[in-house]
């Protein structure tokens, strides 16, 4: 007796897909299918719903860690966290997309980047974010919080620094007395600005103050649309000043003490299950960036984090 496809029925499992609210309460099921054929045994997967069982709810979980910039291996970047943003958005049809934030800040073209790119999927997908504040979300760390409409804080997390910061080196005076001689042929009186190997000129850093004011600006107008009412009439609020736990949510920088699972259960109940996303990389590409670049990038980070006493 000869088994194979011929036996299956003409109409497929898969025609009988339930749509619209039906959709929403069903559950899909794949069967596996052993057949005896000429040439041996084949496996066939055949899928089905099971319709008014309603599925557990997901929350898509994505970790923003580490400082934010334009380059680096172990950065947070636009161009590294676009497919993870997008896998967690897309896949899988999440209740919520949550972020765990732990970052002192960085670049602010880089926060506004992954903050904006957040935004729009939540607003096309009608998912809703919260944002949970681990060690710190401060500078570039807390415009990436804003990207959520709440954000949860520990008891210790520190939150803030709403302002923007410029650092460099003055070696003017070192290669003088080297006896090195600084040459520099520019076309443009403004190509030479805050050139380390040359003495500070009160115009670059005018200059460069209208430059901060200006990014600074852009960073209280995010702060705000984001916040709205929720802000505090503080003064200090807009300084580059931090809070700790408590004292943020008071000047409405974070909505309440709690963290990602206890919270996720309260919102969607106990059986809500969470998808992690992150960026990946083959075992290959991790150790040589522990060996290639690895150290230097832990000495500025550690900077960083050390500025807030982590």
Not at 8 to 14: I, N, R
């Amino acid at each position: 007796m000869q088994l194979g496809k011929e036996l299956l029925p003409e109409h497929s499992f898969s025609e009988f897909r339930p749509s619209g609210a039906a959709l929403q309460h069903s559950i899909l099921f794949e069967l596996p299918l052993l057949f005896v054929t000429r040439r041996g045994f084949t496996c066939q997967f055949m899928k089905f719903w099971i319709p008014f069982l309603k599925p557990s709810p997901k929350v898509a979980v994505i970790r923003l860690q580490g400082v934010i910039s334009a380059a680096g291996r172990g950065s947070l970047t636009d161009a590294s966290l676009a497919p993870v943003i997008e896998r967690a958005f897309r896949r899988r049809r999440p209740a919520a997309v949550a972020l765990l934030v732990n970052s002192p800040g960085g670049s602010p073209v880089q926060s506004s980047l992954i903050a904006a790119r957040i935004r729009r999927l939540a607003q096309e997908k009608n998912i809703p974010v919260y944002a949970f504040v681990e060690d710190v979300a401060a500078s570039g760390g807390y415009w990436l919080a804003t990207a959520a409409e709440e954000i949860w804080v520990d008891d210790s997390s520190i939150v803030g620094s709403i302002g923007v910061i410029s650092a460099g080196f003055g070696l003017h005076e070192f290669i003088s007395r080297h006896g090195i001689e600084r040459r520099l042929y520019t076309a443009g009186k403004s190509k030479s600005m805050l050139d380390p190997f040359q003495a500070e000129k009160p115009a670059d850093v005018k200059r460069l103050k209208r430059l901060l004011e200006q990014i600074h600006s852009n960073f209280i107008t995010q702060v705000k649309e984001r916040r709205g009412n929720a802000l505090a009439d503080d003064p200090s609020l807009f300084t580059g000043e931090i809070w700790i736990g408590s004292s943020a949510i008071d000047v409405g920088l974070a909505d309440g003490v709690g963290h990602l699972v206890p919270r996720m259960k309260e919102v969607f109940g106990d059986k809500v299950r969470f998808l992690r996303y992150g960026p990946k990389s083959t075992l290959l590409q991790r150790l040589a960036a522990k060996m290639l670049g690895g150290g230097l990038e832990y000495l500025e980070e550690r900077a960083e984090f050390a500025r807030f006493g982590l």
